[in-house]
């Protein structure tokens, strides 16, 4: 089992920068691959980002790629999202999420754990 939860959320102006934080609770989340995905009323949520279980690989969507970073402390339990250059459709819900299978994978099914969520909120 394991739970996630988030924080990091704000409120900031188009073009700057954020890290978010999912810090994880749970033996396993070492063995985890990670993401981060988003979601917007009425619409469905959206991959981001993710980490395989050692860090050495990540994938990323196309819309986020070279302007977020993702990344993992496995001593702290934590996943991060650096995400820069923050755009007014940023604005959204952000979840962090947990693989058991530890594959590198932008689909919500294959994630077993989320968190609840944090607002981001990019004004123009």
């Known amino acids: 089992q394991v739970q996630l939860v988030e924080s990091g959320g704000g409120l900031v102006q188009a073009g700057g920068s954020l890290r978010l934080s999912c810090a994880a609770s749970?033996?396993?989340?070492?063995?985890?691959?990670m993401g981060w995905f988003r979601q917007v009323p009425g619409k469905e949520r959206e991959f981001l980002a993710a980490?395989?279980?050692?860090?050495?690989?990540?994938y990323y969507a196309d819309s986020v790629k070279g302007r977020f970073t993702i990344s993992r402390d496995n001593a702290k339990n934590t996943v991060y999202l650096q995400m820069t250059s923050l755009k007014p459709e940023d604005t959204a819900v952000y979840y962090c999420?947990?693989?058991?299978?530890?594959?590198?994978?932008?689909?919500?099914?294959?994630?077993?754990?989320w968190g609840q969520g944090t607002q981001v909120t990019v004004s123009s």
């Open positions: 980490i395989r279980w050692s860090g050495s690989r990540t």
């Open positions: 999420a947990a693989d058991r299978n530890s594959a590198l994978t932008g689909s919500t099914w294959d994630y077993e754990y």
């Open positions: 749970g033996r396993i989340f070492s063995s985890c691959a």
